[in-house]
């Protein structure tokens, strides 16, 4: 069984910076890829960054230049650095985590961002 535990969400006003972080406990260590989704109403569930074991990430292009995803393996945490915040990126903020390549990914329960002014 694994659990991801989220924080690090909150209001911040557009222009401003929030930082997300996520905790991986149970039958997991060093998982092949860690990240982040994030879900507004009406919407499909959208990737944000994603970093794998080996420290390569990706990034949607709306998060390119503003957000850096980074995680500690010994820690099994990953963490986003979310800076230039926009109302667009107001959503519920989803951890994720794959165990391997194959593998079905778990994820934390969410935590919102807002962004408002």
């Known amino acids: 069984q694994v659990q991801l535990v989220e924080s690090g969400g909150g209001l911040v006003q557009p222009g401003g910076s929030l930082r997300l972080s996520c905790a991986a406990s149970g039958s997991i260590f060093s998982p092949y890829a860690m990240g982040w989704y994030r879900q507004t109403p009406g919407k499909q569930r959208e990737l944000v960054a994603t970093?794998?074991?080996?420290?390569?990430?990706m990034y949607a292009d709306s998060a390119k230049g503003r957000f850096t995803i980074s995680r500690d393996n010994a820690k099994n945490t990953v963490s986003l650095q979310m800076n230039s915040l926009r109302s667009e990126d107001t959503a519920v903020y989803y951890c994720?985590?794959?165990?391997?390549?194959?593998?079905?990914?778990?994820w934390g329960q969410g935590t919102q961002v807002t962004v408002s002014s």
């Open positions: 994720y985590a794959r165990t391997n390549s194959n593998s079905v990914p778990n």
């Open positions: 970093i794998l074991r080996g420290g390569s990430t």
